[in-house]
């Protein structure tokens, strides 16, 4: 599978201090890749290592392919970043921004009104970006960086310090991109909820290290299992009989009984017998899933230190 990004045991440290260590990145062309991690936990030295910010020292980092390394700068023109804050000048336009930006890379200016239209901000092109919102200034970030129309788009938490409308903005800022303009977006977050809105694939790093890496359908089955199914039942525990013995199933509170997941079938085949059985089934849902266990993988550790 082609990659748009691959790292090979990418390691980095600041002085003594390792902050990235053995990562080996696989991130899909075509995918929306989530980086997801807690603060501190290495996505931004990760990123600044990708984007050139930080030079390895060792050749392990491919965009497309290629080596970062060995075509330096050329590589960057197949990429746009938008890394924190993007730089813009606030006592300029949203339209001058980008025409200064694209006269200084020798852009067309003709991109100017595409990226207008990609970012939603063609209404405001000319109002100054002093009085942008702080999501108004994200956007315009992300169309500096599609300026060049890059096939790769690196965004270090863009919706970071966002308003909930804000957040919801740039969830359907990236998704036209991925959608719409066939982008492969590579995003960093510390919020599994947004991964989960966005991503077709994830990778977890932790202290410095990649905890996971898959599609978001695998991670989905995979937190799934060590769950528990709970089966909302008036009067449970007249019906606990009914559940077969060997499946662990135990009373929950007054009118709910829960055991151990252990896949969709069983769920389906439990409710059919139930059912059958006159058990007055009226809901059913999963406890523990993503949310719990990547807190538990997040966790785990940091009680060590
Ligand atoms: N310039 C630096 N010098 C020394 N240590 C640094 C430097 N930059 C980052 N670190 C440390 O490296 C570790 C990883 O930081 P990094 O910013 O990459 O994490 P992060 O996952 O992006 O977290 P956050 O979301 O809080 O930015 C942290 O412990 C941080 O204190």
């Given at each position: 599978m082609?990659y748009?990004i691959h790292?090979?045991d990418?390691?980095?440290a600041f002085?003594?201090?390792t902050?990235v260590?053995?990562?080996s990145?696989?991130?899909?062309?075509?995918?929306i890749y989530?980086f997801?991690g807690?603060n501190?936990?290495g996505?931004?030295?990760?990123?600044?290592?990708?984007?050139g910010m930080l030079?390895?020292?060792?050749d392990?980092?491919?965009?497309?392919?290629?080596?970062l390394?060995r075509?330096?700068?050329?590589i960057?023109?197949?990429m746009g970043t938008?890394?924190?804050s993007?730089?813009l000048?606030?006592h300029?336009?949203a339209?001058?921004?980008?025409?200064?930006i694209?006269t200084?890379?020798?852009?067309?200016?003709?991109?100017?009104?595409?990226?207008?239209?990609?970012v939603g901000?063609?209404?405001?092109?000319?109002?100054?970006?002093a009085?942008?919102?702080l999501?108004?200034k994200q956007?315009?970030g992300?169309?500096?960086?599609?300026?060049a129309?890059?096939?790769?788009l690196?965004?270090?938490e863009?919706?970071?310090?966002l308003?909930?409308?804000g957040?919801?903005?740039?969830?359907d800022l990236i998704?036209h991109l991925?959608q719409?303009?066939g982008?492969t977006?590579?995003?960093?977050s510390?919020?599994l909820?947004?991964?989960?809105?966005?991503?077709?694939?994830?990778g977890?790093?932790?202290?410095?290290t990649?905890r996971?890496?898959?599609t978001l359908?695998?991670l989905?089955?995979?937190?799934?299992q060590g769950?528990?199914?709970?089966?909302?039942?008036?009067a449970?525990?007249?019906?606990?009989?009914?559940?077969?013995?060997?499946?662990?199933?135990?009373?929950?509170?007054a009118?709910e009984?829960l055991?151990?997941?252990?896949?969709a079938?069983?769920?389906?085949?439990?409710?059919?017998?139930?059912v059958?059985?006159?058990?007055?089934?009226?809901?059913?849902r999963?406890?523990?899933?993503?949310?719990d266990w990547?807190?538990?993988?997040?966790q785990k550790d940091r009680e060590i230190v």
């Open positions: 082609p748009a790292t090979q990418l390691s980095f002085g003594r201090r902050v260590s053995g990562l990145l696989h991130v899909p062309e075509g995918s989530g997801l807690p501190g936990a996505k931004s030295t990760s990123i600044r290592l990708l984007t030079l390895s020292d060792k392990n980092i491919f965009i497309g392919g290629r080596s390394r075509h330096l700068p050329d960057f023109r197949g938008l890394i924190e993007p730089s000048y606030a300029l336009t339209r001058e921004n980008l025409r200064l694209a200084l890379r020798g852009l067309p200016a003709a991109r100017i009104d595409e990226v207008l239209a990609i901000l063609r209404s405001v092109q000319h109002r100054k970006v009085h942008f919102s999501g108004m956007r315009l992300i169309g500096i960086a599609l300026l129309d890059p096939a790769l690196i965004l270090d863009p919706a970071n310090g308003d909930p409308s957040i919801i903005e740039i969830r998704r991925h719409q303009e982008k977006i590579f995003v960093s510390h919020l909820a947004e991964v989960e809105k966005t991503c077709t694939h994830i977890i790093i932790h202290k410095g990649l996971y890496e898959g359908e695998q989905q089955l995979e937190a799934r769950g528990e199914v709970v089966f909302t039942i008036p449970a525990a007249q019906h606990l009989t009914a559940f077969p013995d060997d499946w662990g199933a135990r009373l929950h509170s009118d009984v055991f151990p997941y252990t896949g079938d069983r769920i389906t085949e439990l409710n059919q017998r139930l059958g059985a006159g058990v007055p089934v009226c809901g059913i999963m406890q523990g899933g993503l949310e990547f807190m538990r993988l997040t």
